[in-house]
């Protein structure tokens, strides 16, 4: 994530919560990504967290009340207004809400708010019935209707003791929409992306069972980057090693056969919506070439069996090369440990399958399965290009870029 919040200015305005204590934890997450950040505070947040607290994890100066500054380089509500590439107000109350939807600026954070045309984001905190109020929840709309992100609040155990919903939004959904505001493109806006992730898993029993080293991984940063910059996506996997957005939809699937049905109902889906644009499915998934004839139940004995097991397998269906490509834009992924030959193989699945693109992974041991750095290979048609190792997510990024890039055309 460091690669989109590297030198970002990130203005966080804060209201009276007992949640302000988890902005502390946002703060130095950011820092550790390269984000410059300030932070403005309401005079009733002061009650909570002293103003010095924000300036030792943010290196800067936190604006307040009784601290702002009319010189020519002071801090003050229009100079902290302009500086931002982003606002985050959090946590934002019930009476912050009903305010900034108001109008009204009668306080240094409020201020500051007015006058920004940064993009803003918003992580409401507040007990379950002030968040369900229909005032409040009218308000919520009319933020969003201004172009307002709202970070929805999450269930939890509130400071009042109740048990609903409420709660401030976990430090990394609201970092997300943080970094979906600053890398957001207009390419990816809306468009449908289905993404198949991890290692097929095929039984033998109901304990044993046929599979590989994928980690799905590289899969789940993808999903990431691709929602980030906007697009609207469906992860298809047999594991989920990442933290990812709620915005995404996550769909376990174990067989190939799971994978094969689930790949077709999110088809089938974007079909049903009417939406113009065909689906854009990177199949990233290390499924099985070959699958047992047979599975069988319980857990087969040793002493059953014998000496030796022999299980008779067949060949997997090839779920990309059945997909019609009018109907879906297909990328293909290759794994190869033949370095050689693993570029001429690529080129083949380019055209074999149809696919407007081919990722090619050399295994090495460097990137190995299951690490957090990846070495790729983009094959296009009339392109190719390569991607130095990198972490998984800058992988994500160039597959994205470079699918722009040649889709442009």
Known sequence: MQTLFKHKKILILTSASIALYKILDLISTLRKYDAHIKVVMSPESEAFIAPLSFEALSQNIVLTQESQSWTAEGANHISYAKWADVVLIAPATANTIAKIVAGIADNVMLSTLLATNAPKILAPAMNTQMLRAPQTQENI???????????????????????????????????????????????????????????????????????????????????????????????????????????????????????????????????????????????????????????????????????HLEITCEQSQDILLGLDSSCVCKIGFKAELDAPNALQSAKAMLTQKQCEMVCLNVISPTCPFGGDSNRMTLIAKDEVFEVGECSKFDTALAIADFYKKIASR
């Open 141 to 307: 709309h009319k933020l969003q209707a201004m172009g307002y992100r709202i970070v929805d609040s999450r269930v939890s155990k509130l400071a009042c003791g109740d048990e609903g919903e409420g709660a401030i939004a976990d430090v990394n959904q609201i970092i997300f929409a943080l970094a979906s505001s600053l890398s957001c493109d207009s390419f990816w806006t809306e468009k449908r992306v289905i993404i198949t992730g991890g290692g097929s898993i095929e039984n033998i029993d109901e304990v044993r069972y046929i599979s590989n080293h994928s980690s799905g991984k590289q899969a789940s940063f993808l999903a990431l980057a691709l929602y980030l910059r906007g697009a609207k996506v469906s992860l298809i996997a047999s594991s989920f090693p990442v933290i990812l957005p709620l915005g995404i939809k996550q769909i376990p699937a174990q067989s190939v056969q799971d994978f094969s049905c689930a790949i077709q109902t999110e088809i089938n889906q974007n079909l049903a919506d009417c939406i113009d644009s065909k689906p854009i499915i990177f199949m990233a998934a290390a499924l099985a070439d070959f699958i047992p004839m047979q599975s069988f139940q319980g857990k087969l004995k040793k002493e059953q069996v014998g000496k």
